[in-house]
């Protein structure tokens, strides 16, 4: 099985791996990439920080098909539910 695999930057300069399908058309003022790298490259070079920070800070969203619900795991493996109607919305807006 293939997993569909997108990398977003928001426009508060979060980014993230979204495992699962999204509609890029319903992101608002986001930023997709092709690949990991290109987003950790752009992340770094926004936030000032170096390559190894960024990709130490990246976040993770998963569509758990089995409970039918999205997921946020963190850089140490903490994975807490996503409450949302809409995760091209919850992507646009979040933040820490």
């Known amino acids: 099985m293939c997993e569909n695999i997108s990398y977003i930057l928001n ?5 993230f791996t979204v ?21 950790l490259l752009a992340a770094a070079n926004i936030s000032d ?3 190894d ?4 800070n990246i ?8 409970n039918n619900h999205w997921v946020i795991t963190d850089g140490n493996s903490n994975c ?3 409450i949302t109607e809409s995760i091209e919305q919850f992507l ?5």
């Open 49 to 51: 920080i170096d390559l």
């Open 19 to 39: 495992h699962g399908d999204i509609n890029y058309n319903q992101l608002i003022d986001c930023e997709s990439f092709y690949c990991l790298p290109a987003l």
């Open 59 to 66: 976040h993770s969203f998963t569509f758990d098909e089995k």
């Open 53 to 56: 920070d960024a990709a130490n």
């Open 92 to 96: 646009s807006d979040w933040q820490l």
């Open 80 to 82: 807490l539910p996503v």
């Open 11 to 15: 426009k508060h300069a979060h980014y």
